[in-house]
C-alpha cells in the first residue's frame, strides 16, 4: 500500500504558474506509475498527467499537453505538476494517485489507478 497527500494548492491569477506535490510514503520501492486528475464542480474526474515508476516516461492529456509538465524526486518520493499559463478552466480540486500498472500504456482511467490522495484545492481568478 502507499498513501499519497496532496499539497500546493493555491489561487493564481490567469496566465500566472503554480506547481502542485504529492509525497508518496508506505511502500515506496514498489514500481507504481503516479498520475494527476481534477475535477471541478458539476464535471467528472478528468486525468491529466502521468509518469511511470521510474520517471523516465510521461503521459499527458490533450488538456495538459504543452502546458503542465509532471515530474518525480525519487530521493524525496514526490511527484510534482508544474502548471503554467494557467486558465480560469483550470480550476479545480487537483488529485494525485497510484497504479501498479505502470506500462505500457501508462493508465490514464479512473480505474486503473488504485490509490488516491485526498485532493488539493486550485483557484484560478483575477
Known amino acids: 500500500q502507499v498513501q499519497l497527500v496532496e499539497s500546493g494548492g493555491a489561487l493564481v491569477q490567469p496566465g500566472g504558474s503554480l506547481r502542485l506535490s504529492c509525497a508518496v510514503s508506505g511502500d515506496t520501492l514498489s514500481p507504481w506509475a503516479l498520475g494527476w486528475f481534477r475535477q471541478a464542480p458539476g464535471k467528472e474526474r478528468e486525468y491529466l498527467a502521468s509518469?511511470?515508476?521510474?520517471?523516465?516516461?510521461?503521459d499527458y492529456s490533450d488538456s495538459a499537453k504543452g502546458r503542465f509538465i509532471v515530474s518525480k524526486d525519487t530521493a524525496q518520493n514526490t511527484m510534482h505538476l508544474q502548471m503554467d499559463s494557467m486558465k480560469p478552466e483550470d480550476a479545480a480540486m487537483y488529485y494525485c494517485?497510484?497504479?501498479?500498472?505502470?506500462?505500457?500504456?501508462?493508465?490514464?482511467?479512473?480505474?486503473?489507478?488504485?490509490?488516491w490522495g485526498q485532493g488539493t484545492q486550485v483557484t484560478v481568478s483575477p
Open positions: 494517485a497510484a497504479s501498479i500498472f505502470s506500462d505500457p500504456p501508462l493508465p490514464t482511467a479512473i480505474d486503473e489507478y488504485d490509490y
Open positions: 509518469i511511470s515508476g521510474s520517471g523516465s516516461v510521461t
